[in-house]
Antibody, heavy 124, light 109 residues
Framework: EVQLVESGGGPVKPGGSLRLSCAGSGFSFSSYGINWVRQAPGKGLEWISSISTRGTYISYADSVKGRFTISRDDANDAFYLQMNRLTVEDTAVYYC?????????????????WGQGTLVTVSS | QSALTQPASVSGSPGQSITISCTGTRSNLGTYSLVSWYQQHPGKAPKLIIYEVTERPSGISSRFSGSRSGNAASLTISGLQDEDEADYFCCSRDGDTMIFGGGTKLTVL
């Protein structure tokens, strides 16, 4: 069974940093593109970043470009989202989600499995 | 970039069919046949129900179907069931990024 489990969320002050982790199991982690999607309380979904297999290609939404960094550790079936210079607008549940193949870069623009999410609360 | 446009809510009775629209622009729905739809029950993670406009993942009921025309896409749910009550989000490629719709709350009366 494919599973994705996020961790690392919690409260943080504006301007602070947080690193989210996503652990995968039940599939060959290194063979898939991985993405982060967030959902502010009571709001819709927002794609924020994607990384291809081997980390060859990376893409970010304008809203997080220059502040967030996506990375992956295939040896440990994990990937990460380093979030810096956080603002109250970054408060959301953060989901990791898998894409088939290498994700965008192999033509797959959808998310076939999702984790349960981790809540990040940015507040003074 | 602005989100794709979806109606805030739709409703239907059990057994009926409903359609949820998703309107975009030439840079997303108007260019790419790369529309996906997600179902989200309260407090749960989104679940893929349609990808590449019309394709259903394994295990998804044939009651769910998708289509696209011009700058718009739609999701149709036939034979409504109580468990279909949820939020539904469309999603499309937009250049080298992805963009979601604002979501539609489906109420089964």
């Amino acid at each position: 069974e494919v599973q994705l489990v996020e961790s690392g969320g919690g409260p943080v002050k504006p301007g602070g940093s947080l690193r989210l982790s996503c652990a995968g199991s039940g599939f060959s982690f290194s063979s898939y593109g991985i993405n982060w999607v967030r959902q502010a309380p009571g709001k819709g979904l927002e794609w924020i970043s994607s990384i291809s297999t081997r980390g060859t290609y990376i893409s970010y939404a304008d809203s997080v470009k220059g502040r967030f960094t996506i990375s992956r550790d295939d040896a440990n079936d994990a990937f990460y989202l380093q979030m810096n210079r956080l603002t109250v607008e970054d408060t959301a549940v953060y989901y990791c989600a898998r894409s088939p193949g290498s994700g965008f870069w192999s033509g797959y623009y959808y998310f076939d499995y999702w984790g349960q999410g981790t809540l990040v609360t940015v507040s003074s | 970039q602005s989100a794709l446009t979806q109606p805030a809510s739709v409703s239907g009775s059990p057994g009926q069919s409903i359609t949820i629209s998703c309107t975009g622009t030439r840079s997303n729905l108007g260019t790419y046949s790369l529309v996906s739809w997600y179902q989200q029950h309260p407090g749960k993670a989104p679940k893929l129900i349609i990808y590449e406009v019309t394709e259903r993942p394994s295990g998804i009921s044939s009651r769910f179907s998708g289509s696209r025309s011009g700058n718009a896409a739609s999701l149709t749910i036939s034979g409504l069931q109580d468990e279909d009550e949820a939020d539904y989000f469309c999603c499309s490629r937009d250049g080298d990024t992805m963009i979601f719709g604002g979501g539609t709350k489906l109420t089964v009366l």
